[in-house]
């Protein structure tokens, strides 16, 4: 028997007009480090970190569910519309929970749709962060598959969904984090993979903001699974080579998850990260 050190608690902020109620987790001390979780999913992909002292011994880990995911539920009359996320949303999202947390410039941690953001928060307001984490990222991504089977009356798409990041997953990650990780898509609400899908396929707004990036101020670090379909190696490194003073590692035997499919295979790379964060600080101060 044991009790994890994770707590949990729920914060209510205003998001463009919109009173959101957001669940987010938290463990450790020290450092703030937000985490951003991968389309369809929630702050689950990140428990194995959270639950890890030699990470969680200088660093506080937040992580938090999107709205529409996981425990944070939808906004008041979301019964009456279509979820579509769109990059200022997601920003103002982010903003706001670090603002209602009270965070002093975090290092942002975020993976997929996460990563990406996390690029886009480092062109347009770097300043409000100590680095930046950009795991499974790259500039754009244009859907090689339809969208809308995600959300459709004749297929189920949480299935639907967890069957195309079965692909993204490494061969080599354990096989009970392989199915726990297509769970997650499995449980998501409906449309709500559909909707985060339509940010991360149709915007290509951070391509030209690439060259914006300051990262002599705020480091950039952008991590890849050699195993990932949907962001290869060859996209995060196009991406990175935009990014003047942007660092990169390609990750063996990892997938589009890595910190949920192969927890034991990503941590080293992880620990590196942070240390390149922390080096980043030094450098600025």
């Not at 947390?101 to 300043?127: E, F, N």
């Amino acid at each position: 028997m044991s009790v994890e050190p994770i707590t949990g608690r729920y914060l209510t902020v205003d998001i463009e007009g919109r009173t959101q109620r957001i669940y987010f987790e938290e463990a450790g001390q020290g450092r703030p480090v937000l985490c951003m979780h991968t389309a369809g999913a929630d702050t689950r992909q990140w428990r194995h970190l959270m639950n890890d002292a030699g990470i969680t011994g200088g660093n506080r880990l937040i992580a938090f569910d999107m709205p529409w995911h996981g425990k944070s539920l939808p906004p008041e009359g979301f019964e009456t519309e279509e979820y579509l996320l769109t990059t200022e949303t997601y920003i103002a999202t982010v903003l706001a929970v670090i603002e209602g947390l009270g965070l002093d410039r975090p290092v942002l941690a975020g993976c997929s749709m996460g990563g990406r953001i996390a690029l886009q928060l480092a062109a347009l307001h770097g300043d409000r962060f100590a680095g930046f984490i950009a795991i499974e990222a790259s500039d754009f991504q244009p859907a090689w598959y339809d969208i809308d089977w995600f959300h459709r009356p004749d297929a189920h798409g949480g299935e639907m969904g967890a069957a195309l990041v079965s692909a993204n997953i490494s061969p080599h990650a354990p096989e009970a984090e392989r199915w726990n990780t297509q769970w997650m898509f499995m449980a998501s609400g409906p449309g709500v993979f559909r909707g985060d899908l339509g940010f991360y396929t149709r915007d290509d707004s951070l391509i030209g903001r690439l060259g914006q990036i300051d990262t002599k101020a705020t480091p950039v670090h952008i991590m890849v699974g050699a195993y990932d379909l949907t962001c290869t190696p060859e996209d995060a490194q196009r991406t990175a080579d935009a990014i003047p003073g942007a660092t990169i590692a390609v990750m063996d035997e990892l997938g589009h998850f890595p910190m949920s499919e192969h927890p034991e295979g990503f941590r080293p790379f992880f620990l590196d990260a942070l240390a390149r964060m922390r080096a980043g600080q030094e450098v600025a101060a």
